[in-house]
């Protein structure tokens, strides 16, 4: 795991801040990995604090069978590293829990995520065409922009061996 300050990793049992900033980020707190969708005000939420309690990243996983699905990863404290050692507790959490893979989907626009997950290792695994259009179809809420005003239409799925 990265080095840094000493910080505490413990279940968030009340989501509505992360749920909120879920819907303002993405315009819901469901996501779809590969088929399945999943409901992050249903999922366990882990937070990363400092010793003092100031709130630095939080995720949110679940198991499918052997496969470990990230359904949200968020740093509130970008370029400090958060993310990254967010990333290595979910990691082995689920290495932990026996899963042999972590997943992550992405939406086609999300370049900082794209990097951050293959500098992690993650390798792609899938890639769903217009995935996101069919998605919100259901869900109308979800954004249709995204960075850098990229229209959001497609999913992209990496792995990486834990």
Not at 9 to 33: C, N, V
Not at 36 to 55: R, V
Not at 112 to 130: C, D, N, T
Request: aromatic letters at 8%; one cysteine or more.
């Amino acid at each position: 795991m990265s080095k840094g300050p000493t910080v505490i990793f413990r279940e968030i049992a009340d989501k509505s801040a992360f749920l909120a900033l879920m819907m303002r980020h993405w315009g819901s707190h469901r996501m779809m990995i590969g088929s399945k969708l999943y409901d992050c005000a249903e999922l366990p939420l882990i937070g990363m604090f400092t010793a003092e309690g100031e709130l630095l990243a939080v995720a949110s996983w679940a198991r499918d069978g052997d496969i470990a699905v990230l359904c949200a990863l968020h740093s509130l404290k970008p370029g400090e590293g958060a993310a990254s050692r967010m990333l290595e507790a979910v990691k082995s959490a689920a290495k932990a829990a026996g899963a042999r893979k972590l997943r992550a989907m992405l939406t086609n626009d999300n370049m900082p995520a794209l990097v951050f997950y293959q500098k992690h290792g993650f390798r792609f695994s899938g890639l769903y065409i217009e995935a996101i259009d069919a998605y919100r179809a259901m869900v109308p809420t979800i954004i249709k922009t995204g960075y850098q005003d990229i229209p959001v239409h497609d999913a992209l799925e990496l792995e990486i061996e834990l």
